[in-house]
């Protein structure tokens, strides 16, 4: 029986979504249905396709995550995402509107500092959880990482350049949003088991990998630094557990669960955009391109979403074809199929 490839289902899925809500970011869904009449963005534009700061980001994690040996330390791994993080700031091609808040931190690292005094510790912009797709597909189990290990990856390759807490939670979150979906959990079911993971993991500070962040940042100790966080993970939950008690595909899904330029928001956003279609993963991205906020962030996570449980063949080979980045990420699908 061949394999769904969901690792590359997860990764061009979330280029196709970032490529395909880039045109409509900063716009209100009334001036996006007006450019795109009568419903949107449907296809992909150019040849090749563009993606965002978001793709590019995340191929930065996956090559860090790819040079890396076992098992994973955050010695091995934290100058290995400098690299590649310093790489992206200097590349030709880091001319898509980037945040600036990842631009801020890489000029940091590429300095030296030290990276808890690199990263921006007021910041939990989606940033630090829109490239976290590679964590979530690291293969676990008895052959794979110890989830406590995926955690920290996740948590660690945000703070690098978000240091509030909310940026790390987000960031495991979502990464364990992925895990789940290549695991073939039911998508319904995800709200239910993210809860559960976010109730065990709130008071779990990844100390081996997260050093003196929690004083960095001003906060009284390590556990309550990183509780901020997971209540703000919580409480978006809750968002979407009431958007998804009542679904309307109609309405703007950032009017439910946030505009997505923060971290959980994007997360949750994205993730609704998914559920709200969860056997159509191309009327999910359209949806998540049709958005007042953030809409490349959202689409890109819920592309990645999507892919993850779909796999690879639920994507337009057109788009495929098109696509930027393709062998990169072709590439980076391969080690995790």
């Known amino acids: 029986m061949p ?16 490529a395909l809500a880039a045109p409509t970011e900063f716009m209100s869904v009334n001036a996006i ?5 009568p419903d949107g ?9 563009r993606v965002t700061d978001d793709t590019q980001m995340t191929i930065a994690v996956g090559m860090a995550l790819m040079q890396a040996s076992r098992p994973y330390t955050m010695e091995k791994l934290e100058p290995l995402l400098r690299r590649s993080f310093v790489a992206w ?13 990842c631009m801020q931190a890489c000029r940091r690292l590429e300095q030296g500092l030290p990276w808890q005094e690199a990263t921006v510790h007021t910041s939990k912009g989606c940033g630090a959880n829109m490239r976290v797709a590679p964590v979530g ?4 189990g008895k052959r794979g990482i110890p989830e406590e290990t995926r955690a920290a990856i996740a948590q660690f390759q945000g703070a690098m350049t978000h240091g509030h807490p909310t940026a790390l939670a987000a960031s495991d979150l979502t990464a364990k949003a992925i895990a789940l979906l290549v695991a073939t959990h039911p998508p319904q079911e995800l709200p239910g088991l993210l809860r559960d993971y976010a109730h065990k993991q709130r008071s779990v500070y990844h100390a081996d990998w997260l050093g003196d962040l929690w004083h960095h940042a001003g906060a009284s100790s390590p556990t309550a630094y990183i509780e901020q966080g997971w209540d703000e993970c919580l409480g978006v939950l809750e968002r979407l557990d009431s958007a998804l ?3 309307d595909r109609e309405s703007d899904p950032c009017l439910a669960t946030g505009a997505g330029w923060i971290a959980e928001e994007a997360f949750a956003t994205g993730l609704l955009c998914f559920l709200l279609f969860p056997n159509d993963p191309l009327a999910a991205l359209r949806r998540a391109a049709v958005t007042s906020g953030d809409s490349d962030s ?25 696509i930027e980045y393709a062998g990169q990420l072709a590439m980076l699908g391969a080690l995790w199929e």
């Open 41 to 49: 963005p449907q296809e992909l534009e150019g040849n090749p396709a």
């Open 3 to 18: 394999t769904l490839r969901r690792a590359s289902g997860c990764l061009f899925g979330l280029a196709f979504g970032d």
């Open 298 to 322: 959202i689409a890109c996570l819920t592309g990645a979403f999507a892919g993850a449980y779909h796999g690879f063949s639920v994507w337009p080979k057109d788009w495929i074809k098109r």
């Open 137 to 140: 597909l690291l293969p676990g």
């Open 33 to 37: 249905l007006k450019h795109y009449p």
């Open 89 to 101: 700031m200097r590349s030709p091609d880091n001319n898509r509107a980037p945040g600036n808040t």
């Open 245 to 247: 008690a009542h679904p």
